[in-house]
Structure formats: structure tokens, C-alpha cells
């Protein structure tokens, strides 16, 4: 019996401490500029017609939105070409970035498969997803049937040198979390235009629509998470095979536990 409770407690303790498989909350710096991350999440709000929500105030305000769970990896919801296909979208940017994306276990950055045009920021917003001022983007796949990671070239504008990082944060030269996602599942059948740089076209969002707002500094850099801002969806968190075993695992060994509880008690 103590053998099952210790496992128990050991598997549920590696899930939760392990912070590349369970992300936490993590409240971005206020120091962004020219804005901040809340105020990205308020202006795609304005731009969607859903002022009520638009009423954050700081990043703290934010939390709500923030998706807490495990978010290295992703998967997509719907195949190509279909109407709900996945969608990346720019909203803002510093320096100039490129998202890209890469299959879970592949090498980086030689597989990236960068999906988005490369954005030059210091300026607030990219456009206002209208169909005469598009937001920058494209409809994308992972090109992989599993897991894949996002991953963000960033070129300085200071000595013109590319680094990358990615979702999943072990991947990272500093080992620092450079990405936070937000869940905006508000913005569902809100339509904004998207040009990928030869075309426009309507992207309808989908339920499973995130932001994601990136540090593009080594270090951590001011955390202020305001390096990169893109939305994302039809595309979900997808747990990692180790944290969905060690899950299982606790559970398993807690079921255990109140069996032969039971057993002892009958």
C-alpha cells in the first residue's frame, strides 16, 4: 500500500513540477513596449466587435486567458484545404520574426517549416484583419501526422544575427520559456482577412483559437512577452506521451490505493 501511494505521489509530482510538460502561470513583465501584451488581447478584441471583453487593464487582468497547461506541443484540428483548416496569423512583432513550426522529436532548426511571412516590428500592430489592411499570415499545416512544436526565428535589428526558440522551453539555448499562450475561445466565427504575402483571404476563427506572444531575447531578455504576437487557430495543446504516462501511472496507483482501502475496510 505504501508503495502505492509513494508511486502516486511521485508520478503526480512529476507532472506538475516538470515545467516544460505543464507550463503554470506566468504573468508577462509590464515594461513592454510600445504595448503590452493585454493590450494586444484587447485591440484583436475591438477588431473581432467584442468590445465587452476588451476591458483588461494589465497583463495581470490577462490571466484568465492564459493557457496553463502543457503547451510544447501541438496538434492540429482539421486536414488541409478543409474549411476549418489551421490558421497563423501576426498581430505585432519586434525585430524581425518568422514563425515556424517542426515535428515533435525532429532536429531544430535544420526541420523548421517556417509558416508565416517574416515580420518586421517596433511598431504597435501589423493591420486591422480587414480585407483593405490584412493581418500577415497564412493557412498552414505542420506537414506532420503527430505532435508538432512552434518554433520563432528572430533576426536583430541591431546586428542582423537570426536566433531561434521554441514552445518547448528544453529546446531553448537558455533553457528560459519564450512562449505564452492564451486561449480566446470568444473569438470563435470572428472572420479577419489574412495576406501571406501574394494573397488576401477570409480566415473564419475556430473555438480552439490562441494567442501566442513570444520573448525573443536570450536570457528571457524583460519577459515581457511583447516580442511576437500571432493568433492561432483550429490547432489545441497536445500533452507529451511522458506526461500523459506519468498521469496515467498516478492515477492508476491512486484507484489501487482505494481498492485495497476498501478491500480492507469490507
Not at 30 to 43: E, L, W
Not at 186 to 213: C, H, K, M, R, W
Request: charge should be negative; hydrophobic fraction near 40%.
Amino acid at each position: 500500500m505504501k508503495k502505492l501511494i509513494l508511486t502516486a505521489l511521485i508520478s503526480m509530482g512529476f507532472v506538475l513540477c516538470n515545467a516544460n510538460a505543464w507550463a503554470g502561470l506566468v504573468t508577462p513583465n509590464n515594461s513592454g513596449t510600445p504595448n503590452q501584451v493585454y493590450q494586444d488581447i484587447n485591440y484583436v478584441f475591438n477588431q473581432a466587435g467584442l468590445s465587452s471583453y476588451a476591458t483588461l487593464t494589465s497583463n495581470a487582468d490577462a490571466n484568465s486567458y492564459e493557457y496553463t497547461g502543457p503547451d510544447s506541443y501541438w496538434k492540429e484540428l482539421a486536414p488541409t484545404g478543409s474549411s476549418a483548416a489551421a490558421a497563423y496569423i501576426s498581430v505585432g512583432a519586434a525585430n524581425t520574426n518568422t514563425l515556424g513550426v517542426f515535428d515533435q522529436g525532429s532536429s531544430v532548426p535544420s526541420s523548421i517549416n517556417y509558416i508565416t511571412p517574416p515580420e518586421t516590428g517596433l511598431s504597435i500592430f501589423l493591420g486591422t484583419g480587414t480585407n483593405s489592411n490584412p493581418f500577415p499570415g497564412s493557412i498552414a499545416t505542420s506537414g506532420t501526422n503527430g505532435g508538432f512544436g512552434f518554433a520563432l526565428q528572430t533576426v536583430s535589428h541591431y546586428n542582423g544575427q537570426p536566433s531561434y526558440w521554441y514552445s518547448d522551453s528544453t529546446l531553448n539555448s537558455d533553457s528560459q520559456l519564450h512562449m505564452l499562450a492564451y486561449s480566446l475561445p470568444q473569438l470563435a466565427g470572428t472572420t479577419f482577412y489574412v495576406n501571406n504575402g501574394s494573397t488576401t483571404e477570409p480566415i473564419t476563427l475556430g473555438s480552439d483559437t490562441y494567442l501566442l506572444a513570444w520573448e525573443d531575447s536570450n536570457g528571457g531578455g524583460d519577459f515581457d512577452y511583447k516580442d511576437s504576437v500571432m493568433l492561432v487557430t483550429n490547432v489545441i495543446p497536445a500533452p507529451e506521451p511522458m506526461t500523459l504516462v506519468l498521469f496515467a501511472v498516478g492515477v492508476i496507483a491512486l484507484f489501487g490505493f482505494a481498492w485495497r482501502k476498501r478491500l480492507a475496510i469490507a
